[in-house]
């Protein structure tokens, strides 16, 4: 890769795929055209430290290798300097080395060096000397060395090296003949710095070759895909309820592709919740406009049913005072219809109550018509009182018998034979709780509505219901400091238990309860 490819590399520029790319890939490359560019990406900085990683395995690399080429380089003129020797032992019949003066000069030539001599048995023999020859510096034995004696004999003729006369020896073949020669030590640096530039050179080639290759699979086959990711968050984060921004998981299949996989199900499941919120938001909406007029119209129904209880009608005297009990009560609820949306439901005003009176009340509340074959039936016992907020308790009992209702005028409603009945019983517990037991004797509940219970709008169990009257159930109870749940029985039907603390512990659960 030519020096410009590297530095734009290295600055960090981003490569698009191809506009007219007819792959699922052309949304994510959309995806990390929209990613804000930034000074310091991950691919620069993955770039950087492979470049410098592989740099430094070329230096440990040359550490030894410059003290080998510094070995090799001294043993080779070792070497040649007993071949010269040997030569001119063969050469002449009485075995002695002697070499004329032009001889002298073309050896020291070759060699570079100011003294050559071997060393046989104990014989030592001076192939050639310089007359300038003068005091030598340093002394190297190359029958002596280790590897750490190499490496720092190669880096101080580096570093301090040039100048210096050396006297290099060490024995050749078997070891029976020793080579001495001594030279200058500027030859050996040179041609080691000539080496060091070399390894230099090919050492950022190969790493420049090799980081860009780890720069290309990493930005192909990660960095990429995360700015894809990141660009998709950002265009969903932009407008979560359009589903069409949802990211398009690829077939990958490792922890990238398990990645897009997660990410693409918490943006579907987020859209789906925004959605839900923004319906429960029309809702409320609409809610309140119809509380606002249903409001006014039970108050003109108040009045008139005021006028109505001063008729001397015996049947309009016994039906008055229920019916004027029922708008005040429709008056309450639509006051505090919109509690459930806010964050809390209003603080029950506890009252001690006849349970079982109440248990009437709610039973004409709820007006069963003959018709129907229901039977309503108040197993309370008459003297059992209750620390209860009276207008609460009478949402909760009225909630659960008009599910109760719903349920067995829905279940075999021609067959006159099937029994349609609502229990409301309560008992005192031995550890001072009340319960009250709501029953009746109807299909009970289908599994959706039981792992959905007393949640809004999930716990609806007919067609078109909102499963409010459970879940504003729940909410008062657990007001009160008690706890409602579904008892799973052997006979047909739901059977719902209200269990209400002690009056010794009536405060410390109203403190510790909390109000969802």
Same mark, same amino acid.
């Given at each position: 890769?030519?020096? #410009? %490819?590297?530095?734009?590399?290295?600055?960090? @520029?981003?490569?698009?795929?191809?506009?007219?790319?007819?792959?699922?890939a052309d949304r994510r490359s959309k995806d990390v055209a929209r990613v804000p560019l930034v000074r310091r990406r991950i691919s620069t900085r993955l770039l950087l430290v492979t470049m410098l990683a592989v740099m430094l395995a070329e230096v440990l690399i040359f550490v030894p290798s410059i003290a080998n080429f510094r070995e090799d380089w001294l043993s080779a003129k070792i070497e040649t300097a007993a071949v010269a020797g040997l030569?001119?032992?063969?050469?002449?019949?009485?075995?002695?080395v002697v070499l004329g003066p032009a001889q002298e000069a073309s050896l020291l030539k070759a060699l570079d060096a100011k003294l050559v001599a071997i060393v046989e048995g104990d014989v030592s023999r001076l192939l050639a000397r310089d007359e300038t020859l003068g005091v030598v510096d340093l002394q190297i034995d190359l #029958? %002596?060395?280790?590897?750490?004696?190499?490496? @720092?004999?190669?880096?101080n003729t580096l570093l301090s090296g040039g100048n210096r006369t050396m006297r290099v020896f060490g024995a050749v073949g078997d070891g029976s003949l020793v080579g001495e020669v001594v030279?200058?030590?500027?030859?050996?640096r040179r041609v080691m710095l000539i080496y060091s530039r070399n390894i230099l050179l090919l050492s950022l080639a190969i790493a420049s070759f090799a980081a860009l290759l780890v720069y290309g699979s990493i930005s192909a086959y990660l960095i990429r895909p995360i700015q894809a990711m990141t660009g998709s968050m950002i265009r969903f984060g932009e407008k979560p309820a359009d589903s069409s921004r949802i990211i398009r998981p690829t077939e990958r299949d490792d922890e990238i592709g398990v990645a897009e996989a997660e990410l693409a199900a918490m943006q579907t499941r987020l859209a789906d919740t925004l959605r839900e919120q923004r319906h429960l938001a029309d809702l409320g909406l609409a809610v309140s406009k119809i509380n606002h007029d249903l409001r006014n119209i039970l108050a003109s129904a108040q009045m008139i049913s005021d006028r109505l209880a001063t008729l001397n009608d015996p049947r309009v005297q016994r039906v008055?005072?229920?019916?004027?009990?029922?708008?005040?009560?429709?008056?309450?609820?639509?006051?505090?219809?919109?509690?459930?949306?806010?964050?809390?439901?209003?603080?029950?005003?506890?009252?001690?109550?006849?349970l079982k009176q109440l248990v009437t009340d709610v039973f004409e509340m709820v007006a069963v018509s003959p018709e129907s074959g229901i039977g309503c039936v108040n197993a309370v016992g008459e003297g059992l009182e209750v620390e209860v907020d009276p207008d609460q308790f009478h949402r909760v009992l009225v909630n659960l018998?008009?599910?109760?209702i719903q349920a067995l005028e829905g279940n075999e409603a021609d067959q006159p034979s099937v029994v349609r009945r609502i229990t409301i019983a309560a008992r005192q517990e031995v550890d001072g709780e009340t319960l009250v037991i709501v029953e009746d004797t109807g299909p009970g509940l289908p599994e959706r509505a039981r792992e959905n219970l007393f949640k809004a709008f999930t716990g609806s169990v007919r067609?078109?219901?909102?499963?409010?009257g459970l879940a504003i159930a729940a909410e008062i109870v657990e007001a009160h400091g008690g706890r409602i749940t579904l008892a799973d029985g052997t006979t047909p039907?739901?059977?719902?238990?209200?269990?209400?603390?002690?009056r010794s512990s009536l405060g410390a659960a109203a403190a510790t309860v909390p109000i969802t």
């Open positions: 890769m030519s020096g #410009s %490819n590297l530095k734009a590399a290295s600055e960090g @520029t981003s490569v698009a795929l191809p506009k007219d790319t007819k792959r699922p030569a001119s032992s063969q050469n002449n019949p009485q075995g002695d #029958s %002596n060395q280790n590897p750490f004696r190499m490496v @720092t004999g190669a880096f030279m200058s030590e500027y030859p050996l008055a005072p229920m019916l004027l009990r029922s708008l005040d009560r429709a008056l309450n609820y639509t006051q505090s219809v919109l509690a459930y949306g806010r964050a809390v439901e209003n603080a029950p005003v506890k009252r001690k109550v006849r018998c008009r599910n109760a067609s078109g219901g909102t499963g409010l039907g739901a059977r719902f238990e209200i269990r209400l603390p002690s």
